[in-house]
């Protein structure tokens, strides 16, 4: 259902049942699942992809330009999987050369004026407080809940179920698991209230802790950590998840509190 005051290109493909509330304006090579609804004043840019049943909110901007010097006019898109919410006034870039698309996955909550930039690969289900900014080419890995304001630098990677507190400034790698707080950033535990959401096991988020004593709080740096980690530890999932992420932080990971 389209309002007479909404401009929706010819070429957009639109599935029959997405509402499209008054003063949209929705592009070319633009696709819109079925159940989603456009409020008022949203703007839908070429390239934009959106599941089924979503919600933009009024006044969000999808798959406008980078904000990348480096950009040329690539045929690039910004996609979002089903059942996502975007609320109000939030801009989503869409990708440059480097990656080809920015990603947000399905189940996602991005409050109100948060910025998500070229080239990012947001998880399945996020959710991303007022007005976070996250620069381009994040990483943000399933199940994570980012506080209002925090600032994200590009490149980044934040690792699965980790909560972060508000107004942070994310300047290193975010390991899985774990809370990140205080400032600067540092480890500040287990989520374990999250995991707990999440049906980990007892047994399960005890492993995981162990394994964060020996990154965080054995005194060891953290390749001779990771070694006692693989020598003295089981091997499980969420082991060598951790371990895998370690080793491939390009940033290095966020420091012990001291």
């Known amino acids: 259902m389209k309002q007479p005051l909404a401009y929706v290109h010819p070429e957009a493909k639109i599935a029959p049942n997405v509402v499209i509330e008054p003063f949209v304006t929705i592009d070319k090579n633009v696709v819109i699942g079925e159940g989603t609804r456009i409020g008022s004043n949203v703007t839908i840019l070429e390239g934009a992809?959106?599941?089924?049943?979503c919600n933009i909110?009024?006044?969000a901007v999808i798959s406008g330009i980078p904000q990348d010097l480096k950009f040329k006019g690539e045929e690039t898109t910004a996609e979002i999987g089903d059942n996502t919410t975007i609320r109000e006034c939030v801009t989503i870039n869409r990708g440059t050369a480097s990656?080809?698309?920015?990603?947000?996955?399905?189940?996602?909550l991005i409050m109100a004026y948060c910025h998500i930039a070229h080239d990012c690969v947001i998880g399945d289900n996020i959710i991303m407080s007022n007005a976070t900014q996250v620069a381009g080419e994040v990483r943000?890995?399933?199940?994570?809940?980012?506080?209002?304001?925090?600032?994200?630098?590009q490149f980044c990677h934040v690792g699965a179920h980790v909560m972060i507190q508000g107004g942070s400034l994310i300047n290193k790698d975010i390991p899985p698991y774990v809370k990140a707080a205080r400032n600067?950033?540092?480890?500040?535990?287990?989520?374990?209230i999250g995991l707990r959401r999440?049906?980990?096991t007892n047994e399960t988020i005890r492993d995981i802790q162990e394994i964060y004593r020996y990154l965080y709080l054995s005194g060891l740096n953290n390749s001779d950590a990771i070694e006692r980690i693989e020598a003295e530890l089981?091997?499980?999932?969420e082991r060598d998840e951790i371990v895998l992420f370690v080793r491939n932080s390009q940033r290095g990971?966020?420091?012990?509190?001291?």
């Open 49 to 53: 992809r959106i599941g089924k049943n």
């Open 57 to 59: 909110c009024s006044g």
């Open 99 to 108: 990656k080809g698309k920015t990603v947000i996955g399905s189940n996602c």
């Open 140 to 153: 943000i890995d399933d199940f994570a809940v980012i506080g209002g304001g925090t600032l994200v630098h």
């Open 184 to 192: 600067p950033i540092s480890y500040a535990g287990i989520n374990s």
């Open 198 to 200: 999440r049906n980990f």
């Open 234 to 237: 089981p091997a499980t999932k």
């Open 253 to 258: 990971i966020i420091r012990g509190y001291l």
